[in-house]
């Protein structure tokens, strides 16, 4: 429920990985503290996961243990308080729905908040930039598709170069300057294909990848998702559309 001054408690399920988690927290306090002044911040529920653990899920295919861990987090999440929850990861938007079916609160979906960005620069085609589950499968796309913007993705080979720099640097705090110019080719490419622009459809590829360096705008999924959750918490944004 809401407080009584119009703040709202987020549950945030992080760790996947930590990099990234800390963006989100830096923001929604950041933007806590603007509206509000002085001492104010966030009322933030976070369960951050080993993600040693999950990733051991990805690679197995052992979707349902993922999903059965991040739903327990999210419940955590709202024994703490939680009237929100969110996950702040975009591959592990693959079992939204069961993580949301295991909630009695809502799940603001991470690509709501990016095809909502989408629409408000009028952007109709976005190039995905993330892991390979994210490029490959449509639970991303089809989300995206729900705000009338449709998908490109790179060709085979720049997938799974695009994927292993994410987990062979990116989710364990790895900046290579070698790895930022060849996104940058990555999204020239895109841009030939049609792209308005590129959502960087990973949690940590706006820490290797900013604005000044790309050929096309820009819409890094961590910072819509944590603007999206700020406006939750100041009571700015109606209830996060279910995943269902």
Same mark, same amino acid.
């Given at each position: 429920?809401?407080?009584?001054?119009?703040?709202?408690?987020?549950? #945030?399920?992080?760790?996947?990985?930590?990099?990234?988690?800390?963006?989100?927290?830096?923001?929604?306090?950041?933007?806590?503290?603007?509206?509000?002044?002085?001492?104010?911040?966030?009322?933030?529920?976070?369960?951050?996961?080993?993600?040693?653990?999950?990733?051991?899920?990805?690679?197995?295919?052992?979707?349902?243990?993922?999903?059965?861990?991040?739903?327990?987090?999210?419940?955590?999440?709202?024994?703490?308080?939680?009237?929100?929850?969110?996950?702040?990861?975009?591959?592990?938007?693959?079992?939204?729905?069961?993580?949301? =079916?295991?909630?009695?609160?809502?799940?603001?979906?991470?690509?709501?908040?990016?095809?909502?960005?989408?629409?408000?620069?009028?952007?109709?085609? #976005?190039?995905?930039?993330?892991?390979?589950?994210?490029?490959?499968?449509?639970?991303?796309?089809?989300?995206?598709?729900?705000?009338?913007?449709?998908?490109?993705?790179?060709?085979?080979?720049?997938?799974? #170069?695009?994927?292993?720099?994410?987990?062979?640097?990116?989710?364990?705090?790895?900046?290579?300057?070698?790895?930022?110019?060849?996104?940058?080719?990555?999204?020239?490419?895109?841009?030939?294909?049609?792209?308005?622009?590129?959502?960087? =459809?990973?949690?940590?590829?706006?820490?290797?990848?900013?604005?000044?360096?790309?050929?096309?705008? #820009?819409?890094?999924?961590?910072?819509?998702?944590?603007?999206?959750?700020?406006?939750?918490?100041?009571?700015?944004?109606?209830?996060?559309?279910?995943?269902?």
């Amino acid at each position: 429920m809401p407080m009584l001054d119009g703040m709202e408690t987020l549950g #945030l399920i992080g760790g996947m990985s930590w990099h990234s988690t800390a963006t989100y927290y830096r923001l929604i306090n950041e933007a806590v503290a603007a509206e509000h002044g002085g001492h104010a911040s966030a009322r933030i529920a976070l369960q951050s996961l080993d993600f040693a653990e999950v990733r051991a899920c990805q690679l197995a295919g052992d979707w349902d243990r993922a999903a059965g861990l991040l739903a327990e987090a999210g419940r955590r999440c709202v024994a703490g308080g939680a009237s929100t929850v969110a996950i702040c990861t975009n591959l592990m938007h693959k079992v939204a729905p069961q993580v949301e =079916a295991a909630l009695d609160v809502p799940l603001l979906h991470i690509g709501d908040a990016v095809g909502a960005e989408a629409g408000r620069h009028g952007w109709r085609t #976005l190039g995905i930039l993330g892991t390979r589950w994210v490029m490959e499968e449509d639970f991303y796309a089809e989300r995206l598709a729900r705000h009338g913007v449709a998908t490109v993705v790179p060709g085979a080979a720049e997938r799974g #170069l695009v994927d292993t720099v994410v987990f062979d640097e990116l989710t364990q705090g790895v900046i290579r300057e070698a790895s930022r110019e060849a996104y940058v080719d990555v999204i020239r490419g895109l841009a030939a294909q049609g792209a308005d622009a590129v959502v960087l =459809a990973c949690t940590e590829i706006g820490l290797l990848v900013g604005l000044e360096d790309s050929p096309l705008p #820009l819409i890094d999924s961590a910072e819509a998702h944590a603007r999206a959750l700020a406006d939750v918490a100041l009571g700015r944004s109606a209830t996060p559309v279910p995943v269902g």
